[in-house]
Protein backbone atom coordinates (compact mmCIF):
# COMPACT_ATOMS: atom_id res chain seq x y z
CA UNK A 1 0.00 0.00 0.00
CA UNK A 2 0.99 3.55 -0.65
CA UNK A 3 2.04 5.53 2.13
CA UNK A 4 0.13 9.16 2.36
CA UNK A 5 1.79 12.24 3.07
CA UNK A 6 0.14 15.31 4.43
CA UNK A 7 1.73 18.35 2.42
CA UNK A 8 1.79 21.68 3.81
CA UNK A 9 3.06 24.56 1.98
CA UNK A 10 6.72 24.89 0.28
CA UNK A 11 6.50 21.21 1.66
CA UNK A 12 9.83 19.11 0.00
CA UNK A 13 10.66 15.53 1.14
CA UNK A 14 13.61 13.54 0.99
CA UNK A 15 13.14 11.27 -1.74
CA UNK A 16 16.38 8.92 -3.56
CA UNK A 17 16.67 9.81 -7.32
CA UNK A 18 13.94 12.92 -7.09
CA UNK A 19 13.63 16.20 -5.95
CA UNK A 20 9.57 17.28 -5.09
CA UNK A 21 8.65 20.33 -4.18
CA UNK A 22 4.78 21.24 -3.94
CA UNK A 23 3.23 24.53 -3.14
CA UNK A 24 -0.59 24.07 -1.58
CA UNK A 25 -1.36 27.81 -1.74
CA UNK A 26 0.45 28.74 -4.97
CA UNK A 27 -2.76 30.82 -6.20
CA UNK A 28 -5.28 32.37 -3.77
CA UNK A 29 -8.67 30.40 -4.10
CA UNK A 30 -10.16 33.55 -6.57
CA UNK A 31 -7.06 33.08 -8.61
CA UNK A 32 -7.36 29.43 -8.86
CA UNK A 33 -11.21 30.33 -9.25
CA UNK A 34 -10.65 32.43 -12.31
CA UNK A 35 -8.06 29.75 -14.02
CA UNK A 36 -10.67 26.96 -13.51
CA UNK A 37 -13.46 29.09 -15.06
CA UNK A 38 -11.50 30.33 -18.04
CA UNK A 39 -9.77 27.13 -18.88
CA UNK A 40 -12.90 24.97 -18.24
CA UNK A 41 -14.77 26.75 -21.18
CA UNK A 42 -12.41 28.50 -23.16
CA UNK A 43 -9.59 25.75 -23.84
CA UNK A 44 -10.13 23.78 -27.07
CA UNK A 45 -10.88 20.08 -25.67
CA UNK A 46 -10.71 17.10 -27.38
CA UNK A 47 -10.23 13.24 -26.74
CA UNK A 48 -7.37 11.45 -28.16
CA UNK A 49 -7.69 7.59 -29.06
CA UNK A 50 -4.59 5.76 -28.05
CA UNK A 51 -3.01 1.76 -28.71
CA UNK A 52 -2.42 -0.32 -25.72
CA UNK A 53 -1.20 -3.62 -26.21
CA UNK A 54 -2.70 -3.60 -30.13
CA UNK A 55 -6.05 -2.29 -29.26
CA UNK A 56 -7.69 1.42 -29.85
CA UNK A 57 -8.93 3.20 -26.75
CA UNK A 58 -10.54 6.49 -26.06
CA UNK A 59 -8.28 8.42 -23.41
CA UNK A 60 -9.90 8.42 -20.43
CA UNK A 61 -9.54 12.23 -20.23
CA UNK A 62 -9.65 15.44 -21.97
CA UNK A 63 -6.04 17.29 -23.00
CA UNK A 64 -5.43 20.46 -25.09
CA UNK A 65 -1.58 21.09 -25.68
CA UNK A 66 -0.16 24.19 -26.00
CA UNK A 67 2.96 26.70 -27.12
CA UNK A 68 4.10 29.32 -28.94
CA UNK A 69 7.10 27.17 -30.58
CA UNK A 70 6.67 24.16 -31.39
CA UNK A 71 5.38 22.37 -34.55
CA UNK A 72 4.06 19.25 -33.16
CA UNK A 73 5.00 17.09 -29.98
CA UNK A 74 4.87 13.40 -29.38
CA UNK A 75 4.29 11.84 -26.32
CA UNK A 76 2.85 8.57 -25.35
CA UNK A 77 2.54 7.27 -29.32
CA UNK A 78 0.44 10.46 -29.92
CA UNK A 79 1.87 13.38 -32.29
CA UNK A 80 -0.68 16.49 -31.23
CA UNK A 81 -0.19 20.42 -33.13
CA UNK A 82 -0.02 22.84 -30.32
CA UNK A 83 -2.41 25.33 -30.08
CA UNK A 84 -1.34 28.84 -29.40
CA UNK A 85 -0.50 29.84 -25.67
CA UNK A 86 -3.23 31.73 -24.09
CA UNK A 87 -2.94 34.98 -22.00
CA UNK A 88 -3.76 32.87 -19.09
CA UNK A 89 -1.51 30.10 -19.79
CA UNK A 90 1.38 32.59 -20.32
CA UNK A 91 0.63 34.27 -16.93
CA UNK A 92 0.74 31.28 -15.15
CA UNK A 93 4.43 30.61 -16.74
CA UNK A 94 5.51 34.14 -15.59
CA UNK A 95 4.17 33.50 -11.48
CA UNK A 96 6.08 30.17 -11.72
CA UNK A 97 9.42 32.13 -11.67
CA UNK A 98 8.45 33.16 -8.27
CA UNK A 99 9.44 29.84 -7.40
CA UNK A 100 11.99 27.99 -10.28
CA UNK A 101 14.53 29.60 -12.24
CA UNK A 102 13.88 27.66 -15.36
CA UNK A 103 11.99 28.25 -18.88
CA UNK A 104 8.86 26.56 -20.29
CA UNK A 105 7.85 26.37 -23.51
CA UNK A 106 4.87 24.01 -23.90
CA UNK A 107 2.04 22.66 -21.47
CA UNK A 108 -0.24 20.03 -21.58
CA UNK A 109 -3.62 20.61 -20.20
CA UNK A 110 -5.75 17.55 -18.89
CA UNK A 111 -9.20 17.77 -17.84
CA UNK A 112 -10.73 14.44 -15.41
CA UNK A 113 -14.48 15.27 -16.08
CA UNK A 114 -15.07 13.00 -13.22
CA UNK A 115 -13.55 10.04 -11.16
CA UNK A 116 -13.40 7.62 -13.87
CA UNK A 117 -11.15 9.78 -15.61
CA UNK A 118 -7.20 9.00 -15.02
CA UNK A 119 -3.77 9.11 -16.23
CA UNK A 120 -2.08 5.38 -16.25
CA UNK A 121 1.31 4.63 -14.51
CA UNK A 122 3.92 6.36 -16.82
CA UNK A 123 7.34 9.45 -16.45
CA UNK A 124 7.52 12.20 -18.68
CA UNK A 125 10.57 11.45 -20.05
CA UNK A 126 10.32 11.24 -23.73
CA UNK A 127 13.72 12.18 -25.44
CA UNK A 128 12.50 15.75 -26.20
CA UNK A 129 12.51 17.05 -22.96
CA UNK A 130 16.36 16.17 -22.45
CA UNK A 131 18.16 15.40 -19.09
CA UNK A 132 16.35 15.68 -15.82
CA UNK A 133 13.69 17.62 -17.31
CA UNK A 134 11.48 19.80 -14.67
CA UNK A 135 7.97 19.48 -14.77
CA UNK A 136 5.65 21.85 -13.60
CA UNK A 137 2.09 20.89 -12.35
CA UNK A 138 -0.89 23.15 -11.32
CA UNK A 139 -4.12 21.93 -10.37
CA UNK A 140 -7.28 23.23 -10.87
CA UNK A 141 -11.01 22.37 -9.27
CA UNK A 142 -11.48 18.92 -7.70
CA UNK A 143 -9.05 17.36 -5.29
CA UNK A 144 -7.61 14.17 -6.66
CA UNK A 145 -4.65 11.76 -5.27
CA UNK A 146 -1.15 11.64 -7.03
CA UNK A 147 0.61 8.01 -7.08
CA UNK A 148 4.23 8.37 -7.76
CA UNK A 149 6.25 5.01 -6.74
CA UNK A 150 10.37 4.09 -7.37
CA UNK A 151 10.74 2.18 -10.41
CA UNK A 152 13.37 -0.46 -8.16
CA UNK A 153 12.56 0.21 -4.65
CA UNK A 154 9.50 -0.80 -3.85
CA UNK A 155 9.32 0.33 -0.16
CA UNK A 156 9.40 4.22 -2.12
CA UNK A 157 5.59 4.01 -2.91
CA UNK A 158 3.58 7.10 -2.39
CA UNK A 159 0.04 9.28 -2.79
CA UNK A 160 -0.27 12.72 -2.10
CA UNK A 161 -3.35 14.92 -2.77
CA UNK A 162 -3.07 17.82 -5.02
CA UNK A 163 -5.19 20.97 -4.16
CA UNK A 164 -7.11 23.60 -6.35
CA UNK A 165 -4.65 26.30 -7.06
CA UNK A 166 -1.85 24.27 -5.94
CA UNK A 167 1.76 23.65 -7.66
CA UNK A 168 3.99 20.47 -7.63
CA UNK A 169 7.49 20.95 -9.17
CA UNK A 170 9.20 17.46 -10.30
CA UNK A 171 12.45 18.33 -10.61
CA UNK A 172 16.35 16.35 -10.74
CA UNK A 173 16.33 12.71 -12.13
CA UNK A 174 13.02 12.09 -10.98
CA UNK A 175 11.57 10.98 -14.53
CA UNK A 176 14.26 8.48 -15.19
CA UNK A 177 13.46 6.61 -11.87
CA UNK A 178 10.12 7.03 -10.39
CA UNK A 179 6.68 6.39 -12.38
CA UNK A 180 3.43 8.57 -11.82
CA UNK A 181 -0.24 8.58 -11.96
CA UNK A 182 -3.75 9.95 -11.32
CA UNK A 183 -5.62 6.69 -10.74
CA UNK A 184 -9.74 6.07 -11.17
CA UNK A 185 -11.67 6.56 -8.02
CA UNK A 186 -15.52 5.58 -7.23
CA UNK A 187 -15.49 8.82 -5.32
CA UNK A 188 -18.38 11.09 -6.84
CA UNK A 189 -16.17 14.09 -8.26
CA UNK A 190 -16.81 17.50 -9.83
CA UNK A 191 -14.06 18.22 -12.63
CA UNK A 192 -10.48 18.61 -12.22
CA UNK A 193 -7.90 20.71 -14.48
CA UNK A 194 -4.55 19.82 -14.12
CA UNK A 195 -1.91 21.91 -16.32
CA UNK A 196 1.52 20.26 -16.61
CA UNK A 197 4.57 22.88 -18.04
CA UNK A 198 7.53 21.48 -19.72
CA UNK A 199 10.13 22.30 -22.11
CA UNK A 200 10.88 20.82 -25.46
CA UNK A 201 14.38 21.45 -26.87
Avoid at 78 to 88: A, D, K, R
Avoid at 179 to 188: E, F, G, Y
Wanted: glycine share 4%; with cysteine.
Amino acid sequence: MPKTFNPIADWQPDLPDAQLRYYRDFLSAEEADHFYGTFLSKIPWQQDDVKVFGKIYAQPRLTSLHSNSLSTYTYAGLTLQPHPMTTELLALVERMQDVCNHEFNCVLLNLYRDGSDSNGWHADNEKELGVNPQIASISFGANRFFHFKHRRIKSENYKMELHHGSLLLMEGPMQDHWLHQIPKTKKPLSPRINLTFRKIT
